[in-house]
């Protein structure tokens, strides 16, 4: 890809019930996450460096601009979503960076979700204490 092209490349990412869009396109390696930096958004420093991960990987951090919006989830579902997101994204700048990021694990998208209330039942799993007199 040539370097001064302003094309955009998309990719969805999705953890727990966070779903983010993820725009790249070559730059200065800005990290934009709903309007505000990464550092900014994500209050912890994993969910920061979460979503640089993929760029360290593949070498290109500070050659690629990140713009992503998220919603959904809480901040680790939501920076995990990010971070699959801009996997994908990544893929379809570039097919080479493939190898690396899906033995890495970050092109697989996380399935755990939480399990849903069942009937007769306070919660998930959790049972009404047996009585027996």
Same mark, same amino acid.
């Given at each position: 890809?040539?370097?001064?092209?302003?094309?955009?490349?998309?990719?969805?990412?999705?953890?727990?019930?966070?779903?983010?869009?993820?725009?790249?396109? $070559?730059?200065?390696?800005?990290?934009?996450?709903?309007?505000?930096?990464?550092?900014?958004?994500?209050?912890?420093?994993?969910?920061?460096?979460?979503?640089?991960? $993929?760029?360290?990987?593949?070498?290109?951090?500070?050659?690629?601009?990140?713009?992503?919006?998220?919603?959904?989830?809480?901040?680790?579902?939501?920076?995990?979503?990010?971070?699959?997101?801009?996997?994908?994204?990544?893929?379809?700048?570039?097919?080479?960076?493939?190898? $690396?990021?899906?033995?890495?694990?970050?092109?697989?998208?996380?399935?755990?979700?939480?399990?849903?209330?069942?009937?007769?039942?306070?919660?998930?799993?959790?049972?009404?204490?047996?009585?027996?007199?």
């Amino acid at each position: 890809m040539a370097e001064g092209s302003s094309e955009r490349y998309y990719g969805t990412g999705r953890r727990k019930s966070a779903v983010a869009r993820v725009w790249i396109k $070559p730059g200065s390696g800005e990290i934009s996450v709903n309007g505000r930096t990464a550092q900014d958004y994500f209050c912890r420093f994993a969910g920061s460096a979460a979503v640089a991960r $993929p760029l360290q990987l593949t070498q290109l951090e500070g050659k690629i601009d990140v713009l992503a919006n998220v919603s959904g989830g809480g901040e680790t579902g939501q920076a995990e979503a990010v971070r699959h997101g801009l996997s994908r994204a990544l893929v379809e700048y570039n097919a080479e960076l493939r190898g $690396p990021l899906k033995r890495a694990g970050m092109l697989t998208r996380d399935a755990r979700t939480k399990e849903r209330k069942k009937y007769g039942q306070p919660g998930a799993r959790k049972r009404y204490q047996f009585s027996k007199r």
